[in-house]
Each structure stands twice: as structure tokens, then as C-alpha cells.
């Protein structure tokens, strides 16, 4: 079966992964990103962009990538796991509000059973909007940890943090906390209302309200305000002399008990439903609003250092280098590089063994690496001038180790095709087998073609 493509990052994922990187490199120290670096160099843009690609680059390389999906995936099951929870609240207030129908309903317990702790946390919740800055919900703290518990990925540990730090630039986390706490208690309170639908559609139940304070002009002013708004819709109201003979006992009659149900759906509805489906709207628009303009802060140490190495000052004083005539010196070699030529460089040759072979002259020769400045400035230009074909001769003496190899890996990404030279030992000297083999597992575990004699003709003509 085909493979499906993975599906790219958006621009908050990516901006996400650049703040989880530079969280990490605060609290464990640079990464090795030469090659991050010198990718999103190449690419150009705006520094901004350019840390964008540096970070999509290493966050693939070490598994952030794949633990923000992971992360992700945690976050959607707990919202999952939070919606049956809303659910079966709603439900549950709704069985308490009403019981089995043995006994009258208390119609403003049974409201305040259904609304109490809504509007409560209502408040509470525009309260926090209006004097604190960010508004931590208690249910928002909830799913963020259950998020990092379900991603299961030790990797996702600066996810979370990152994110929130990433929203508070511009004061996201409150529309989106307030996207999820609107949701998960317009969720319940569906729920309730369904519950409470079916229930007095399947049960027949008797309205009462009671007092001792009180007087029955009270209730009969409280009633008509609360059922004022649902009035507007259609929802019924009882009148004062019903209200009245309520406080009583519960009426038998039919009128009484459906004026009452309305009245009690009506208020749920007008009072419970609508004021969180609208505050869910708003902060989707908030939401959406404020996450176009999110950006990263460019002044944070982190990036201003990365601006360095990202952007140099040429670039910024819009001075550009004229392409060099000549690779930079490494040992043996000098050439000109363009997008459709041949390259042979060696990586380090005893300096007893003759170097460069001849080379037909559209073999371009880089020469031998030796040292950490050398590879830099080759990878450098090789990034700007990418060969058709690149030959790299190693000597299979030398233990493969992992920073050859990632050098080769580095060095193969630059050309449109790569081939591996294993050069024969000199006349008189011995090469290990075991050594050898190491080499060869090495390099089809990186995918390299490899070769023990020159690929001079592949490089020319690139055939074998």
C-alpha cells in the first residue's frame, strides 16, 4: 500500500516547536544545529521564517515533531474523556433537579440545581476576565495535564509550557481556555436539558415552591422576571393565581404542570444554553482574530542570538557576497562549484597518501577535510552550490563513527546524488575485514551507495 504523505505542521505548530526548542536550549544548552542553521540560511526570508525552518528541522531530526503529534493526540482524547464527563454531569443535574416523580418538585431547587454552579462559575469566569490577565480555569489546567499524561512521550515534557508561553504574547490562553470551559459546560447543560425534556415527556410530575420568610408576591414577581426573556420565545409562564395556589401543593391540573415544565425549560434555556453558546462564539472569534497575528518575540535572548547565526550582518545591511570563484581552502583542493557539476572531497586522509587522482576535467576537486572549520565552510557553500553528483573517499581504516557519519549524512543532503569511495589501503599495508564490514552496515543504514574503486567515470558522466 502507499505510504500517506504526513500531513506539514501549521503555523502555530510551527511557531509552537520554535518556542519548545528555545525552552530547551535554555534549560539544557545549544543544540548541534550547523545544519538546521545552514538549511534555513539557504531558504532566505525573514529571520522569523528562518527560525521557523531551523526549528521544523531539528524538532524532525530529534522526534519533537512527532511527540507534538503525540502531545496532540493526548489533548484531543482528553477533551474526548472531558466531553463524556459533561455529558453525564449534565444528565445527572437534571435526574437530581427532578427525582423519580414521587415527590413535588421544588420548582426554584430544581433551578437551582440546574443553573446554580453554571452561573456561578459564569461569574467567576468574567470576574477573572475582566481583573486578572490570564484567566486560569480550573478545567483548562485539567486538560493541559491530561494532554502531557495521555501524549506518553517523555519528549512532550516542554510542549505544554511552551504553548502557554507562546499564547500569552498576545493573551490567547484566555479565549482558548474560555473555548474550552464554554464548550464542555454547553455540552452539559445540552445534556441537561435533554435529560430534562425526556423526563418530564416519560413521568408526570407535580410543581410546588415553598417559604417561611417570604411572601407569595415574592415568588409570583420572581417567576414572571425569570420567565420574562423566555416569555419572548415562545415558553409559557404560568400565571399569578397558578403561582399562587403552588405555594400550596402541587396542582393537579394539566395547564398548571405544563406552564411549569416550559417555564423551567424556558429559563434553562435563556439563562443556561444561550449565555455560554454566545461566550463559546466570542472566544472562537478572539481565537481565530488573535492566532492570525501570533508571532514570535524576537527580542527574547534566544532568538536575538539565533539571529546572529541565522541572519548575518550583511544580510540585514543588504550587502550580498558575489559567489566565490573557488571553494574555500581545504587541503589539496581548490575549484568552481555550480548546481550541475561533479565534486570528489576526502575526509581524513593520511597526509603520506597522494591526493587528489587525476580527475577528468569536469571533476570538480574539494579536496581533503580536516578540520571542524573546514567541513563548516564546505557545507557552507555547498548549500549555496549544490552539485549533480558528489563522491566522498573515506579511508575504511578509521572507525565509523557517529561523527563521520553524520558528516556524510550532512554532505549527501547537499548533492542531487552521493556515492561513498572506500579507498584500497596503500601498497604494503593491510586493511581489517571486521573494520571494513562496519563500514558497509554504516552505509546502508544511511542509505549511501558505496563503492571500493573510483566512481571517476560516474562523476563525469554520471553512469556507471
Request: proline share 6%; hydrophobic share 50%.
Amino acid at each position: 500500500m502507499p505510504q500517506t504523505a504526513k500531513p506539514s505542521p501549521t503555523r502555530l505548530q510551527r511557531l509552537w516547536l520554535c518556542e519548545t526548542l528555545r525552552l530547551r536550549e535554555e534549560h539544557a544548552g545549544p543544540l548541534e544545529d550547523g545544519e538546521a542553521n545552514r538549511h534555513a540560511r539557504r531558504q532566505g526570508g525573514d529571520l522569523a521564517g528562518r527560525i521557523e525552518a531551523r526549528a521544523l528541522l531539528l524538532a524532525e531530526r530529534d522526534g519533537q515533531l512527532q511527540a507534538q503529534q503525540h502531545w496532540l493526540q493526548g489533548a484531543r482524547l482528553a477533551l474526548g474523556l472531558l466531553l463524556v464527563l459533561a455529558l453525564l454531569s449534565g444528565a445527572g443535574l437534571a435526574l437530581a433537579a427532578l427525582g423519580d416523580g414521587s415527590r413535588p418538585v421544588n420548582v426554584f431547587w430544581a433551578l437551582g440545581s440546574l443553573l446554580g454552579l453554571h452561573l456561578l462559575l459564569l461569574l467567576g469566569w468574567a470576574l477573572g476576565l475582566l481583573l486578572a490577565g490570564d484567566h486560569n480555569a480550573a478545567l483548562g489546567r485539567l486538560w493541559l495535564w491530561l494532554s502531557e499524561k495521555l501524549a506518553r512521550d517523555a519528549r512532550a515534557a516542554q510542549l505544554g509550557p511552551a504553548l502557554v508561553l507562546l499564547l500569552q504574547r498576545r493573551r490567547l490562553n484566555r479565549w482558548l481556555l474560555g473555548l474550552l470551559v464554554h464548550g464542555l459546560w454547553l455540552v452539559a447543560l445540552l445534556s441537561a436539558g435533554l435529560m430534562l425534556l425526556l423526563l418530564l415527556s416519560t413521568r408526570r410530575y407535580g410543581f410546588v415552591w415553598e417559604t417561611t420568610l417570604l411572601a407569595g408576591d415574592t415568588f409570583v414577581a420572581l417567576t414572571q422576571l425569570l420567565g420574562a426573556l423566555p416569555a419572548l420565545l415562545g415558553f409559557p409562564i404560568p400565571d399569578a393565581q397558578t403561582i399562587r395556589a403552588s405555594g400550596d401543593s402541587a396542582l393537579a391540573v394539566e395547564a398548571a404542570r405544563h406552564a411549569w415544565a416550559g417555564w423551567l425549560l424556558g429559563v434553562l434555556l435563556v439563562f443556561g444554553l444561550l449565555p455560554r453558546a454566545l461566550l463559546l462564539l466570542l472566544c472562537l472569534w478572539r481565537w481565530q482574530h488573535g492566532s492570525a497575528r501570533l508571532a514570535l518575540d524576537l527580542n527574547l535572548p534566544g532568538y536575538r542570538l539565533l539571529g546572529e547565526r541565522l541572519q548575518p550582518a550583511s544580510e540585514r545591511l543588504g550587502v550580498l557576497d558575489a559567489a566565490p570563484a573557488s571553494l574555500s581552502e581545504a587541503r589539496g583542493g581548490s575549484t568552481h562549484l555550480d548546481s550541475s557539476g561533479a565534486v570528489l572531497l576526502a575526509i581524513e586522509l593520511d597526509p603520506q597518501r597522494p591526493w587528489p587522482p587525476a580527475l577528468p576535467r569536469a571533476v570538480a576537486d574539494a579536496g581533503v577535510l580536516d578540520s571542524r572549520e573546514q567541513r563548516q565552510q564546505l557545507l557552507d557553500q555547498l548549500g549555496r552550490f549544490p552539485p549533480a553528483r558528489l563522491a566522498i573517499a573515506l579511508d575504511p581504516r578509521r572507525s565509523p563513527d557517529r561523527g563521520t557519519l553524520a558528516l556524510l549524512g550532512e554532505l549527501a543532503r547537499t548533492a542531487a546524488a552521493t556515492r561513498i569511495w572506500l579507498l584500497p589501503p596503500a601498497p604494503g599495508e593491510s586493511l581489517d575485514a571486521e573494520r571494513l564490514g562496519d563500514w558497509h552496515d554504516a552505509l546502508q543504514r544511511l542509505q549511501l551507495p558505496f563503492a571500493d574503486s573510483a566512481p571517476l567515470a560516474w562523476l563525469e558522466s554520471g553512469h556507471d
